[in-house]
Nanobody
Framework: QVQLVESGGGLVQPGGSLILSCAAP???????????MRWYRQAPGQQQRELVA????????NYADFVKGRFTMSRDNAKIAMYLRMSSLQPEDTAVYYC?????????????WGQGTQVTVSS
């Protein structure tokens, strides 16, 4: 099993920045068993999570239009960890942010989620 844990959320003013982290502390599996990693978010009152950013095992990234140019996703190639650097935050970015990772090799077919971290953008 891979337990993902997010951190870095909080309250920030419009125009501010935050860095979210997601890791699997104590995991017995290496990063080589993880393929695509993603960040999702779920805004207040919304029933579904929306995809924010994706990064593949070879480092290719893709972003939702509403965060392009403001958010940057990265991953650690030595351990199971991913990051989301968020800048120029706006109130509409307020949401619970979740990390997600797809397994490969011995973890093929499995997908793992974190518990979420709250990001609130408000003055």
């Amino acid at each position: 099993q891979v337990q993902l844990v997010e951190s870095g959320g909080g309250l920030v003013q419009p125009g501010g920045s935050l860095i979210l982290s997601c890791a699997a502390p104590g995991s017995q599996y290496s990063i080589y068993n993880i393929h695509t990693m993603r960040w999702y978010r779920q805004a207040p009152g919304q029933q579904q999570r929306e995809l924010v950013a994706t990064i593949t095992s070879d480092g290719y990234t893709n972003y939702a239009d509403f965060v392009k140019g403001r958010f940057t996703m990265s991953r650690d190639n030595a351990k199971i960890a991913m990051y989301l650097r968020m800048s120029s935050l706006q109130p509409e970015d307020t949401a619970v942010y979740y990390c997600n990772a797809d397994g490969t090799r011995i973890l093929r077919g499995r997908s793992f989620w974190g518990q979420g971290t709250q990001v609130t953008v408000s003055s």
